[in-house]
């Protein structure tokens, strides 16, 4: 790798090859060592009282190949504003705040929230019970009766909706009402709405009319269609129908979708049940009578 060009190792008339494994004869290169694969000189000194330049060009060499460099830190991306939205949405809520919002309205003598402390409840949420908000939070809360919220429905209804606040529930109800209306979770929603009337505890499984008439005006409330008014001035007039089977509950919705408000495009000949048969001829008749009339 190079020579000692020192004046006073020239007038020692020779020169040591860094290196070599041959032993030179001189004291300062009797022996080299073999690190990572380089061979360095034992002697810092040239033998003239001056540093060895080719040790410090081996030593260079050294540097360069030792073993594990250190890599550099690698640089955190910076977080867009998008990130840190969708990172406070999956932000887990604490089941201990919503045990204790529980706490606050729980039945003195039951583990659940009855008609008191949901009247309570819906005080601090400033809504009122017969308000459509509600009937979707019993919802999402999955509530099997009416009137009451078990502690499992309240604590995995507070989950799935990712509140444990009152505030929390609250700032929900906007992105809920939008979620309804969405034609399919609407579906969902008015299928369930007939289990949530029935009576479970007396093993109720046909709905009273007059509640049927009420859960109809409060699932409609935001999307009334134009047959519903006749549609439940029917029931009224006619107190012999008591009561409102699941088929009839269920039929009822895709015949509001199907069905033009003048009924013209009813067809008797499909399976639709009996009382929406009996509805269309009773609206048919009033409706001959008034153009005979006129």
């Not at 017969?130 to 999402?140: G, P, Q, S, T």
Request: aromatic share 10%; net charge negative; with cysteine.
């Amino acid at each position: 790798m190079g020579q000692c060009l020192s004046p006073c190792c020239e007038k020692q008339g020779r020169s040591s090859p860094v290196g070599s494994l041959a032993d030179t004869g001189h004291p300062n290169h009797s022996r080299t060592q073999y690190i990572a694969g380089i061979t360095v000189p034992d002697s810092k000194d040239n033998g003239c009282g001056e540093p060895n330049p080719a040790v410090t060009t081996a030593n260079s060499e050294w540097k360069m190949f030792t073993p594990y460099p250190k890599l550099p830190p690698i640089k955190k991306q910076a977080v867009n504003a998008e990130a840190k939205r969708l990172s406070l949405i999956s932000k887990e809520v604490s089941e201990a705040k919503i045990l204790s919002l529980f706490e606050v309205y729980r039945d003195k003598n039951e583990d659940c929230i009855l008609a008191d402390g949901i009247e309570r409840l819906c005080i601090d949420l400033e809504v009122k019970p017969e308000e459509f908000i509600v009937l979707i939070l019993a919802w999402k809360f999955g509530a099997e009766t009416m009137c009451e919220f078990s502690r499992l429905e309240f604590v995995q209804g507070c989950k799935a909706m990712k509140v444990d606040s009152l505030k929390g529930i609250q700032n929900k109800f906007p992105e809920l009402l939008a979620e309804v209306g969405d034609k399919q979770a609407f579906k969902d929603l008015y299928r369930w709405t007939y289990k949530f009337g029935l009576d479970s505890s007396s093993g109720q499984r046909t709905l009273p009319t007059d509640m049927a008439i009420s859960l109809w005006k409060l699932v409609f409330s935001q999307n009334e269609p134009p047959v519903l008014q006749r549609w439940l001035e029917f029931l009224e007039k006619h107190s012999s129908i008591r009561g409102i089977p699941k088929d009839t509950w269920d039929m009822f919705l895709n015949f509001t979708e199907q069905v033009g408000e003048d009924l013209s495009s009813y067809d008797d000949t499909e399976a639709w049940p009996s009382l929406l048969d009996d509805f269309v001829e009773f609206e048919n008749d009033r409706h001959n009578q008034n153009v005979t009339a006129d």
